[in-house]
């Protein structure tokens, strides 16, 4: 089994800088195995040894899988001016000199939309999740400007379904959308399923039928729901059985 420093593995897993480790292992009590160790070069294997810190058992990954319940008025960036980022809601231990290289964003919102906002170091899952090729579904809660009759929901239903064409918008071209799904929730409200994520897609794709979107929340991503007890602005770290329904 390969082994790595216990610093190197320790700093990857969110400890903060080689530095801080050094001082982990002098202030605290580090056990691997049972046996305490103060040598940040000690070689350890995430296949066969445990650790300790303090009594604690530390479940050491190879990859950072974060759900966040992204806020209105962040951007999906690591920097932008003046406006605060997605990446400032994270803890100081989430800026490890390997994290702020290596976790990124899958996919982005628009700064006034809220919902499930995914952060990994995983690039093998990112690029399979938001590549075109694999339809992964992407619904929203819209809240819409004007009501809607039903006879009018009936012809967006269609229009959707069959593929919306919708117009130009900043410096992007109009295209076609893929057939998507609604369900309305009310005359103002509904459920909005895609399977690509271009440039204000939603919002566009309302406009073509002559409203506009006031409010809009990613709900889930393919069988990924938000965990709605996460309030806005708070994330927590993906389970197993999450990326499961990543697949």
């Known amino acids: 089994m390969a082994k790595e420093r216990i610093d190197k593995i320790l700093s990857h897993n969110g400890f903060g800088?080689?530095?801080?480790?050094?001082?982990?292992?002098?202030?605290?009590?580090v056990l691997v195995n049972g046996n305490r160790i103060y040598d940040p070069g000690f070689q350890f294997s995430k296949e066969t040894d445990t650790i300790t810190i303090d009594g604690?058992?530390?479940?050491?990954?190879?990859?950072?899988?974060?759900?966040?319940?992204k806020p209105q008025h962040y951007v999906c960036s690591t920097k932008e001016g003046d406006h605060e980022t997605v990446f400032d809601l994270l803890d100081d231990s989430l800026r490890t000199p390997y994290?702020?290289?290596?976790?990124?964003?899958?996919?982005?919102?628009?700064?006034?939309?809220?919902?499930?906002?995914?952060?990994?170091?995983?690039?093998?899952?990112?690029?399979?999740l938001i590549s075109p090729k694999s339809h992964i579904s992407k619904t929203y809660?819209?809240?819409?400007?004007?009501?809607?009759?039903?006879?009018?929901?009936?012809?967006?239903?269609?229009?959707?379904?069959?593929?919306?064409?919708?117009?130009?918008?900043?410096?992007?071209?109009?295209?076609?959308?893929?057939?998507?799904?609604?369900?309305?929730?009310d005359e103002k409200t509904a459920h909005?399923?895609?399977?690509?994520?271009?440039?204000?897609?939603?919002?566009?794709?309302?406009?073509?039928?002559?409203?506009?979107?006031?409010?809009?929340?990613?709900?889930?991503?393919?069988?990924?729901?938000?965990?709605?007890?996460?309030e806005l602005g708070e994330y927590k770290e993906l389970s197993e059985s999450d990326l499961q329904l990543l697949v």
């Open 99 to 128: 994290l702020q290289d290596k976790l990124h964003l899958v996919g982005r919102l628009d700064m006034d939309t809220e919902g499930l906002l995914l952060f990994t170091t995983d690039g093998e899952l990112t690029h399979r």
């Open 141 to 185: 809660l819209c809240g819409l400007e004007h009501t809607e009759t039903a006879d009018h929901q009936t012809e967006i239903t269609t229009k959707l379904e069959a593929g919306i064409e919708v117009g130009p918008e900043d410096n992007e071209q109009g295209f076609t959308c893929q057939p998507a799904q609604i369900k309305w929730i």
């Open 192 to 230: 909005l399923t895609i399977y690509e994520g271009k440039y204000h897609q939603v919002k566009r794709m309302f406009a073509a039928v002559g409203n506009k979107i006031v409010y809009l929340k990613r709900i889930s991503m393919g069988q990924l729901k938000l965990d709605e007890s996460l």
């Open 56 to 69: 604690e058992e530390i479940d050491l990954h190879d990859n950072l899988y974060l759900m966040m319940n």
């Open 17 to 29: 800088s080689r530095k801080d480790i050094k001082k982990l292992l002098r202030t605290c009590e």
